[in-house]
């Protein structure tokens, strides 16, 4: 019996380990020629960091075994580098703080780490280091399962109508099995606002939070009295936000500005959570159609929003 093919996802998260570990010697015995291990430069550094802590509170930040961190501390100790005390916030427990002898020790590891990662980064050009920076805070905000703190609306810039076909057509794809004739229309839709746009009376707005992008929407002009709203899109660790109705707010605030008279959509039966946005904000459903496409059976709906 053949083996099972391993998942791909593993498999990359597994190369990338093994291409960081080596990229910032955490493989060697001691780091930057130190006599500490990696284990005992981060509890250095986080008893830097702290004026006082406890071991419970190291462990919990770590991860690291009882008994493995006691010998650490028990070491560093007998080294000079840390002193404790009875904890008055719980007696059962003793208060840890770096030593002068121990801020001496641990001074320059950190400049010298300081200087290896900066020696990295200048190697790379500056849009490049910014967007290496968003890349790690992306994948700490995703392993922690974190929702993004916050958002902020603006307008499209070159790059986000490229990102508007990817994502609809990922994320149709992953969520609704609609295959790569939903991404071509979503692509038409685009080109057409970029070729014919006309900034007195049309609008995509972009949501991001530190320069990823969360969501998107389009109002564009359909006659001189209506406009339509189209390509709403929320990234799903972005939901729960309100961000898709704050984005459906921010087109009937400038349409109504914009002197439209009507809102009218295209939507489909299966967007619950975009159609009860849109039924919250006024919209009416004056019209339902049968249809196969995307490679679906689907019940194409048609809303409208007198302003």
């Not at 802590?53 to 070491?75: F, H, I, Q, V, W």
């Amino acid at each position: 019996m053949p083996a099972a093919q391993p998942d791909p996802h593993i498999q990359a998260v597994r190369h990338f380990n093994r291409f960081y570990t080596r990229q910032i010697g955490v493989l060697h015995e001691h780091m930057l020629k130190s006599p500490f291990s990696l284990a005992e430069v981060r509890v250095l550094y986080e008893l830097t960091h702290r004026h006082t802590t406890t071991a419970s509170e190291l462990m919990k930040e770590l991860g690291l075994d009882r008994g493995y961190l006691s010998r650490l501390l028990a070491g560093f100790e007998r080294r000079g580098l840390i002193e404790r005390e009875t904890s008055e916030r719980d007696a059962r427990q003793s208060d840890i703080r770096l030593t002068r002898k121990g801020r001496t020790a641990f001074s320059p590891l950190d400049q010298g780490a300081n200087r290896e990662v900066g020696a990295m980064l200048e190697k790379l050009s500056g849009a490049d280091r910014a967007a290496l920076v968003d890349a790690f805070r992306r994948i700490e905000s995703l392993l922690m399962g974190e929702p993004p703190a916050s958002y902020s609306l603006r307008r499209h810039r070159p790059g986000d109508i490229g990102w508007v076909v990817q994502r609809h057509g990922e994320i149709y794809w992953q969520e609704y099995r609609w295959d790569e004739r939903f991404e071509a229309l979503v692509a038409d839709i685009a080109a057409h606002f970029v070729q014919n746009y006309d900034s007195q009376r049309e609008r995509c707005w972009i949501a991001e939070c530190e320069g990823e992008r969360l969501g998107c929407v389009f109002l564009v002009k359909a006659s001189e009295d209506e406009a339509r709203l189209r390509l709403l899109l929320v990234e799903p660790r972005a939901r729960g936000l309100g961000l898709g109705k704050r984005l459906v707010e921010e087109c009937i605030t400038f349409a109504r500005s914009a002197g439209y008279k009507k809102i009218g959509l295209w939507t489909n039966s299966v967007l619950d959570a975009a159609r009860n946005i849109y039924r919250q904000h006024g919209f009416q459903m004056i019209q339902q159609e049968n249809y196969r496409n995307f490679g679906k059976d689907l019940v194409t709906e048609t809303w409208e929003l007198e302003l």
